[in-house]
C-alpha cells in the first residue's frame, strides 16, 4: 500500500513537469533560430528548391542565376548541407518529410524573380520543414548588375536566420594585382566575382587594408616617388595621402573602432610601428628597437597589437598593448615568422612562416601555444587574412606557378583560387558593412 | 485510505488536464504539408539594392626633368653594390665598389642621387620593404662617411617590387639584392 501511494506521487510529480515545462520552453523561444551546436559542425541541412519565375518571360536566367549564387554562397559559409530539392511539385516533396524524424534541422530556400518596370525582383523564402512555417520573407529589387549583390544579401540573411551571425556572402576582398601593367589596389567580391581595379597610380601599390567601416582603404602608393600612405574609396574615386614622411610608410593596419591608424615609418632611421589619427595627426611612436618593426595587426578589442620584429636576429610575432608596453614574442618555432592577422573573434593569430624553401600560413593561439599548420602546398602561401566572421581565411599562394589569391576554411581545407590573370598578393578581407 | 484515494483523483484530474492540454495544442499547429503561398507583394517592403559603379582615378606622378649631358654621363659611372640574404651590412666588395661611387660624385657636385634598396623574392612585403630600406641606408650612410653631404642622396626601398631579373634561383637572387643608384630628377 505504501509503495503503490509512492509511486502515485512520482508519477504526479512527472505529469506536472511534463505540463508545465514545454509551456516555460514554448515562452521563451526565439521565434527563428535554429540552435548551432558548435561553430564548425554542420548541423542543418538546406533544400535549395528551383528558383521559378512570375510574369513576363525572358526571366528564367535570372532566376536560374539567382538559385545558383545562393546555393553557393550557403555551401560555401560552411554552416551547413546543402542539397538541391527535387525540381516539380514542392508540396509533395515536403509532404515526404512527414512523420519522418529528422537527424538535423531541415529547412528550404525557395526564390520566385519577376520584372516591376525595368528592374528585377527577388522574392526569397525560408521555410523550416518540420515547424512547417516560413521563417523568413525577403523582397529585393534591382537592376541587371546589381544580382550578385542581391542574391549575397539574400544569402546573408538565411546565414543570419539560422545562425544568429549574419554571412559574409556581401563582404569584398581588396589586394595588389599587376593585372594593368602596374601594382594597383583592386577589390572583388569574397567569391572572386566583379574582380575591378581602384587605384590608378601607374607606380607600385602595396599592402591594402579596409577601414572598418568598408567605405575606404589604406594603402601603400609609390606615386610621389616615395612610399606614402594613401586612402582610396571602396568604389575608386580620387585617393587623398594621409602620410607621407620621408621613407617607408608602409603596413597600414585601420584600428577596430575606426579611429587610428597604425602603420610602419622609418623616417627616424629604422623600421617602428606608430599609430597616427585617419586624419594624420597626433603621430605616436609604439615600438623603439634598432631591429625591424613592422606589420600590425590589431587585436579586435583594438587594445592590442601582433607585429613582425627582427629584434630575435630573424623575423618573429610579437605582441604587446597598443601603446607600445608589454612586449612578449609569440612564435618561437621556425627562422622566419611574418605577416601577423589576429582573428576577428581574437582567440587566434594566424601568419606565414619559412620551411624549407617555401612559406606556409600557420595559426596559433595567443599565448603562442601550440602553432598549426594549414597549407603544405607547392610554392609559397603568405599573407593570411580572416573573413570577418573567422570563419575563413584568404591567402596569396604561388602554388600555380605565380602568385594569386586564394581563399580556404580556417582549418586549410576547401581551398579555392579567386584569381587567374597577373600577379595577385597582399589580400584583405573587409569588415561586414551596416548596408551590405 | 483516504489518502490513497486523493491521489488518484488527482491523479485522474491531471491526465484529463493533460490530454485537453495536448488537444489544444495539436489544434493550434494543426501542420497541412501545403507551402503556404507567398505573401502578396505588398506585404513584404522591397529593398533596392544597386551596384555603385567602380571609378578609378589617377593620382597624379611628379614632373620629372632629364638630367643634361654631362651628369648623365658621370652617373653611368657609378656602380650597383650588393647584399647576402637577409643582410644588409656592406661586404669588403661592397666598399670598395661604394669608395668608387664616392669618388664620381665628389668629382661630379651637380650630381644629386637615389640610392634604391632592393630585396630578392624570399620573404613577405612589408619586411622587405624595411629590409631595402636598411640597404639603401647602409649605402647612404657609408658616402655620407666618405664625404658626400647627406643632402645630395636621397634614398627609397622598393622591397621586393622591382627585381632586377625574374628568375626563381639563387643567380637571380643574388642579382636582385642590391642598392641601386639612379639619378635624382
Known amino acids: 500500500m505504501f509503495s503503490s501511494a509512492k509511486i502515485v506521487l512520482v508519477t504526479l510529480w512527472l505529469m506536472a513537469l511534463w505540463l508545465f515545462v514545454p509551456v516555460a520552453i514554448g515562452s521563451e523561444q526565439p521565434e527563428v533560430r535554429l540552435e548551432i551546436r558548435t561553430s564548425q559542425s554542420i548541423s542543418i541541412?538546406?533544400?535549395?528548391?528551383?528558383?521559378?519565375?512570375?510574369?513576363?518571360?525572358?526571366?528564367?536566367?535570372?532566376?536560374?542565376?539567382?538559385?545558383?549564387?545562393?546555393?553557393?554562397?550557403?555551401?560555401?559559409?560552411?554552416?551547413?548541407?546543402?542539397?538541391?530539392?527535387?525540381?516539380?511539385?514542392?508540396?509533395?516533396?515536403?509532404?515526404?518529410?512527414k512523420n519522418k524524424v529528422a537527424s538535423r534541422e531541415?529547412?528550404?530556400?525557395?526564390?520566385?524573380?519577376?520584372?516591376?518596370?525595368?528592374?528585377?525582383?527577388?522574392?526569397?523564402?525560408?521555410?523550416d520543414i518540420?515547424?512547417?512555417?516560413?521563417?523568413?520573407?525577403?523582397?529585393?529589387?534591382?537592376?541587371?548588375?546589381?544580382?550578385?549583390?542581391?542574391?549575397?544579401?539574400?544569402?546573408?540573411?538565411?546565414?543570419?536566420?539560422?545562425?544568429?551571425?549574419?554571412?559574409?556572402?556581401?563582404?569584398?576582398?581588396?589586394?595588389?594585382?599587376?593585372?594593368s601593367g602596374a601594382k594597383e589596389v583592386r577589390v572583388m567580391d569574397y567569391d572572386g566575382y566583379g574582380n575591378k581595379q581602384v587605384t590608378m597610380e601607374r607606380s607600385i601599390c602595396l599592402s591594402p587594408h579596409w577601414s572598418p567601416d568598408g567605405q575606404r582603404i589604406v594603402y601603400t602608393g609609390y606615386s610621389s616617388g616615395n612610399p606614402d600612405l594613401h586612402v582610396v574609396g571602396r568604389y575608386g574615386g580620387k585617393p587623398y595621402t594621409l602620410s607621407a614622411y620621408r621613407g617607408l610608410n608602409s603596413s597600414p593596419a585601420w584600428s577596430p573602432d575606426g579611429k587610428k591608424i597604425a602603420l610602419t615609418l622609418t623616417k627616424d632611421g629604422n623600421a617602428e610601428i606608430y599609430v597616427m589619427n585617419t586624419d594624420g595627426s597626433g603621430l605616436r611612436r609604439l615600438t623603439s628597437h634598432p631591429a625591424i618593426d613592422s606589420s600590425p595587426s590589431w587585436s579586435p578589442s583594438g587594445r592590442q597589437m601582433a607585429f613582425t620584429s627582427d629584434r630575435s636576429g630573424s623575423p618573429q610575432v610579437y605582441v604587446m598593448e597598443a601603446d607600445g608596453s608589454n612586449v612578449r614574442r609569440l612564435t618561437f618555432?621556425?627562422?622566419?615568422?611574418?605577416?601577423?592577422?589576429?582573428?576577428?573573434?581574437?582567440?587566434?593569430?594566424?601568419?606565414?612562416?619559412?620551411?624549407?624553401?617555401?612559406?606556409?600560413?600557420?595559426?596559433?593561439?595567443?599565448?603562442?601555444?601550440?602553432?598549426?599548420?594549414?597549407?603544405?602546398?607547392?610554392?609559397?602561401?603568405?599573407?593570411?587574412?580572416?573573413?570577418?566572421?573567422?570563419?575563413?581565411?584568404?591567402?596569396?599562394?604561388?602554388?600555380?606557378?605565380?602568385?594569386?589569391?586564394?581563399?580556404?576554411?580556417?582549418?586549410?581545407?576547401?581551398?579555392?583560387?579567386?584569381?587567374?590573370?597577373?600577379?595577385?598578393?597582399?589580400?584583405?578581407?573587409?569588415?561586414?558593412?551596416?548596408?551590405e | 485510505m483516504t489518502r490513497k484515494k486523493v491521489l488518484y483523483a488527482a491523479l485522474v484530474l491531471l491526465t484529463l488536464a493533460l490530454l485537453l492540454s495536448l488537444g489544444c495544442a495539436k489544434k493550434k499547429v494543426t501542420p497541412t504539408g501545403e507551402l503556404p503561398s507567398a505573401p502578396a507583394p505588398s506585404r513584404v517592403p522591397a529593398?533596392?539594392?544597386?551596384?555603385?559603379?567602380?571609378?578609378?582615378?589617377?593620382?597624379?606622378?611628379?614632373?620629372?626633368?632629364?638630367?643634361?649631358?654631362?651628369?648623365?654621363?658621370?652617373?653611368?659611372?657609378?656602380?650597383?653594390?650588393?647584399?647576402?640574404?637577409?643582410?644588409?651590412?656592406?661586404?669588403?666588395?661592397?666598399?670598395?665598389?661604394?669608395?668608387?661611387?664616392?669618388?664620381?660624385?665628389?668629382?661630379?657636385?651637380?650630381?644629386?642621387?637615389?640610392?634604391?634598396?632592393?630585396?630578392?623574392?624570399?620573404?613577405?612585403?612589408?619586411?622587405?620593404?624595411?629590409?631595402?630600406?636598411?640597404?639603401?641606408?647602409?649605402?647612404?650612410?657609408?658616402?655620407?662617411?666618405?664625404?658626400?653631404?647627406?643632402?645630395?642622396?636621397?634614398?627609397?626601398?622598393?622591397?621586393?617590387?622591382?627585381?632586377?631579373?625574374?628568375?626563381?634561383?639563387?643567380?637571380?637572387?643574388?642579382?636582385?639584392?642590391r642598392a641601386h643608384f639612379v639619378v635624382q630628377k
Not at chain 1, 536566367?61 to 553557393?72: F, H, L, P, Q, T
Not at chain 1, 530539392?85 to 518529410?97: C, E, I, K, R, V
Not at chain 1, 531541415?106 to 521555410?127: N, P
Open chain 1, 45 to 97: 541541412r538546406i533544400y535549395v528548391a528551383r528558383f521559378g519565375t512570375l510574369g513576363a518571360g525572358g526571366l528564367g536566367k535570372y532566376a536560374a542565376e539567382c538559385e545558383k549564387i545562393v546555393g553557393s554562397d550557403l555551401q560555401l559559409s560552411g554552416f551547413f548541407e546543402v542539397l538541391q530539392a527535387p525540381a516539380g511539385d514542392l508540396n509533395a516533396f515536403l509532404d515526404s518529410f
Open chain 1, 106 to 127: 531541415e529547412v528550404l530556400v525557395e526564390g520566385r524573380v519577376s520584372a516591376e518596370g525595368d528592374k528585377i525582383v527577388l522574392e526569397g523564402r525560408l521555410y
Open chain 1, 130 to 179: 518540420a515547424g512547417r512555417k516560413t521563417i523568413m520573407n525577403k523582397r529585393y529589387k534591382f537592376s541587371e548588375p546589381a544580382l550578385r549583390r542581391a542574391a549575397h544579401r539574400f544569402s546573408d540573411e538565411i546565414v543570419l536566420q539560422l545562425t544568429g551571425e549574419k554571412g559574409i556572402a556581401s563582404t569584398s576582398i581588396a589586394f595588389i594585382s599587376n593585372v
Open chain 1, 333 to 435: 618555432a621556425g627562422a622566419y615568422n611574418d605577416s601577423p592577422a589576429w582573428s576577428p573573434k581574437g582567440d587566434r593569430i594566424a601568419y606565414a612562416s619559412r620551411i624549407g624553401n617555401n612559406f606556409e600560413v600557420f595559426v596559433v593561439d595567443i599565448a603562442g601555444a601550440s602553432p598549426v599548420q594549414l597549407t603544405s602546398a607547392k610554392g609559397n602561401n603568405e599573407n593570411p587574412n580572416w573573413s570577418p566572421d573567422g570563419r575563413q581565411l584568404v591567402l596569396s599562394s604561388s602554388r600555380g606557378g605565380k602568385r594569386d589569391i586564394y581563399v580556404m576554411n580556417a582549418d586549410g581545407s576547401n581551398v579555392r583560387r579567386l584569381t587567374t590573370q597577373g600577379d595577385n598578393f597582399n589580400p584583405s578581407w573587409s569588415p561586414r558593412t551596416g548596408e
Open chain 2, 47 to 177: 529593398e533596392e539594392i544597386t551596384q555603385p559603379d567602380v571609378n578609378a582615378q589617377e593620382t597624379p606622378a611628379q614632373v620629372e626633368e632629364e638630367p643634361g649631358a654631362e651628369i648623365t654621363a658621370a652617373a653611368s659611372k657609378l656602380k650597383d653594390v650588393f647584399f647576402a640574404f637577409d643582410e644588409y651590412s656592406l661586404t669588403e666588395e661592397a666598399r670598395e665598389i661604394l669608395a668608387s661611387d664616392g669618388k664620381v660624385l665628389s668629382q661630379t657636385r651637380k650630381l644629386n642621387v637615389v640610392i634604391e634598396g632592393h630585396c630578392d623574392e624570399r620573404g613577405t612585403v612589408e619586411y622587405n620593404l624595411a629590409l631595402g630600406e636598411k640597404r639603401a641606408n647602409s649605402a647612404k650612410s657609408y658616402l655620407v662617411n666618405y664625404g658626400i653631404e647627406a643632402s645630395r642622396i636621397s634614398t627609397v626601398s622598393y622591397g621586393k617590387e622591382r627585381p632586377f631579373d625574374p628568375g626563381h634561383d639563387e643567380a637571380a637572387w643574388a642579382k636582385n639584392r
